[in-house]
């Protein structure tokens, strides 16, 4: 009888690993829809998708919040659509979960790639706005960071 429960157990622990790993499969296939749908300048569409990978990552971790693989999904598709604060939270949450080094020194790197690119977008933002604000004019520029400079 003891051996029957424990053959049961087992046979349950591995089908909820199959729920998991095709939840976090849903969420790649949701992601890839989206990224096609950006890429086909499918907006409409896009923010659908973008929606619906958000609600599969959410499925995928009310069966294992403890599991990295949803959030290293979800991650990425924050990091690819340039989502890099909210990116780097997630990377951080799956960071918990890890053991094996290479695995922790990826998604460190992961982070501060995150990290870099959301800096690069920012000097960016500031970089058009200056230049929508003085549209070309040195002096204009000048004292916009003069003014910036010392908040």
């Not at 959030?71 to 053991?99: M, P, R, S, V």
């Given at each position: 009888m003891?051996s029957?429960?424990?053959f049961?157990?087992l046979?349950?622990?591995?089908?909820?690993?199959d729920?998991y790993?095709e939840?976090?499969?849903a969420i790649?296939?949701?992601a890839?829809q989206?990224?096609?749908?950006?890429?086909?300048k499918?907006?409409?569409?896009?923010e659908?998708l973008?929606?619906?990978?958000a609600?599969?990552?959410e499925?995928?971790?009310s069966?294992?919040k403890?599991h990295?693989?949803?959030?290293?999904?979800f991650a990425?598709?924050?990091?690819?659509?340039?989502?890099?604060t909210?990116?780097?939270?997630?990377?951080?949450?799956?960071l918990?979960?890890l053991e094996?080094?290479?695995?922790?020194r990826?998604?460190v790197?992961?982070r501060?790639e995150c990290s870099?690119?959301?800096?690069?977008k920012?000097?960016?933002?500031?970089?058009d706005?200056?230049?929508?604000?003085?549209q070309?004019?040195l002096?204009t520029?000048?004292?916009?960071?003069?003014?910036?400079?010392?908040?």
């Amino acid at each position: 009888m003891r051996s029957l429960l424990l053959f049961f157990s087992l046979l349950l622990a591995l089908s909820e690993g199959d729920v998991y790993d095709e939840a976090c499969d849903a969420i790649v296939e949701a992601a890839q829809q989206a990224g096609a749908a950006i890429n086909a300048k499918n907006i409409p569409l896009f923010e659908s998708l973008k929606t619906e990978t958000a609600r599969r990552f959410e499925h995928a971790i009310s069966l294992d919040k403890n599991h990295p693989q949803a959030y290293l999904h979800f991650a990425t598709f924050l990091q690819n659509g340039q989502e890099y604060t909210h990116a780097i939270e997630i990377y951080d949450i799956a960071l918990k979960g890890l053991e094996s080094k290479d695995a922790i020194r990826h998604v460190v790197n992961k982070r501060d790639e995150c990290s870099f690119l959301s800096e690069l977008k920012n000097v960016s933002v500031l970089r058009d706005s200056v230049y929508n604000l003085g549209q070309g004019k040195l002096r204009t520029i000048q004292h916009y960071f003069l003014i910036n400079e010392f908040r």
